[in-house]
């Protein structure tokens, strides 16, 4: 089946510096990806959508320049928190759409941060 | 904007009782509604995927209906055992995989 990776599984840092996260997906190619932000007791808030080769869309609210997306290649697409403060600790979870065209996600197991 | 939101929060029950959670959305014009399982500090599993067009889909002991002009649906679990203890998200499609979640149902199944 789909398998999505996520890099780091969890990852604690300074406030003020910045912070890179890796989504994969492992056995397919994934020309859209998803990053989602989640608090705790929360629901899943979807951040942006990534395109292979092009832009992130955004979604309304998050900041672009502090949430900076890049997918480069069909299997890899990287969140980088930037100047983390400690309000952007959070559970990241990214998504891979179906690459059989169907309307579903395969997510991948998230990344908790940890901002001091 | 699409609000979803699933009622109980969180419930326990003794093992072999069914379960029955619910999930009710604001806007009908929905593409389709998945349920997921969560288990604490790890990703999505898809368990059940209703499109638009359909009334239920079933997966072993899992089952879920869709309402879409009432804006409900419903997920039962038959017989529940400890392993289905999770959080279990239903979520919305707006079209293009944009997936709008509720907060989830936090299930313990007690031995």
């Known amino acids: 089946g789909a398998v999505v990776s996520q890099h780091p599984s969890w990852v604690i840092c300074k406030s003020g510096t910045s912070v890179k996260i890796e989504c994969r997906s492992l056995?397919?190619?994934?020309?859209?990806m998803f990053w989602y932000r989640q608090f705790p007791k929360q629901s899943l808030m979807l951040m942006a959508t990534?395109?292979?080769?092009?832009?992130?869309?955004?979604e309304q609210g998050v900041e672009k320049d502090k949430f900076l997306i890049n997918h480069a290649s069909l299997t890899l697409s990287t969140l980088t928190v930037t100047s983390a403060h400690p309000e952007d600790s959070s559970f990241y979870i990214c998504?891979?759409?179906?690459?059989?065209?169907?309307?579903?996600?395969?997510f991948g197991p998230g990344t908790r941060l940890l901002v001091l | 904007k699409q609000e979803v939101t699933q009622i109980p929060a969180a419930l326990s029950v003794p093992e072999g009782e069914n379960l029955v959670l619910n999930c009710s959305f604001t806007d009908s014009a929905i593409y389709n509604l998945q349920w997921f399982r969560q288990d604490p500090g790890k990703g999505l599993t898809s368990l059940l995927l209703?499109?638009?067009?359909?009334r239920e889909q079933t997966s072993g002991r899992l089952n879920a209906s869709l309402d879409k002009s009432s804006g409900r649906s419903t997920l039962y679990i038959a017989a529940s055992q400890p392993g289905d203890s999770a959080t279990y998200l239903c979520?919305?499609?707006?079209?293009?995989?944009?997936?709008?979640f509720g907060k989830g149902n936090q299930v313990v199944v007690i031995p």
């Open positions: 990534s395109n292979e080769g092009s832009k992130a869309t955004y």
């Open positions: 998504s891979a759409r179906d690459p059989d065209g169907q309307e579903t996600q395969y």
């Open positions: 209703i499109q638009s067009s359909q």
């Open positions: 056995d397919f190619q994934a020309t859209t």
């Open positions: 979520a919305v499609s707006r079209g293009n995989n944009r997936l709008a």
